[in-house]
């Protein structure tokens, strides 16, 4: 099954290129895996890896590097060294590319290889509400950061713990007719940025149920 993450990199130009990690998700663990020496991931530290990644963030198209320098032949990686997609902006990223149902994490990395990790949060409630059948998967939620301890992500259960809470009540509500669905989203909304301290990001993807 795996434990699906995306990893976004910036570019020169500030945009950002967006690759798959099929198992980053797992305890956050790519925040420390992450560094200019191992651009992708994985135990060895590698020159290719690094001139790879140089090229992708300088805006050489990935079919481009992919032939110079035989990605299918590369070292192995905790991230897939082929970008899914380049030259987004993280509004782009968050709205039209994070599945918040698929993927369990997001990580950003600046160009000095600081790593920001943050938990997928879907706002799907067909789960949790028997009036409602399906909902939107991609773009339809929140990444939120959590705190950390010794390099440890020890607020990591107690933010999906909490945000499932949540949507077992509003579940609830939409079932007794207190909220339609596009209020129900609206109150996620609301009840999210209540609970999230200082510390801590969270940013919205823009897709919106129907009703």
Known sequence: MGHRALVAYERADRTYN??????GGANLKLKHRLSE?????GECHSE??????TELLNG???????????????PSTDVDIRP???GLTLRQILTEHVDYLSHEALYVVDRRYNVTAYR???????YDSERIETQPTVGFGAVQTVRWHNGQPVGDGYV???FAGLKRVVGAMVDR???DEREAVEFLKTQLAAVTNGGEELHFGAVETKH
């Open 37 to 41: 020496m191992t651009p992708f991931g």
């Open 177 to 179: 007719g207190v909220f």
């Open 160 to 162: 999906q713990g909490q």
């Open 120 to 126: 997928t949060l879907w706002f799907g409630l067909q």
């Open 18 to 23: 967006l690759h798959y990690s099929h198992w």
């Open 60 to 74: 050489t198209e990935p079919d481009a590097v992919a032939a110079e320098y035989a990605l299918n032949d590369g």
């Open 84 to 86: 899914q997609a380049t």
């Open 48 to 53: 290719w890896a690094r001139t790879v990644q």
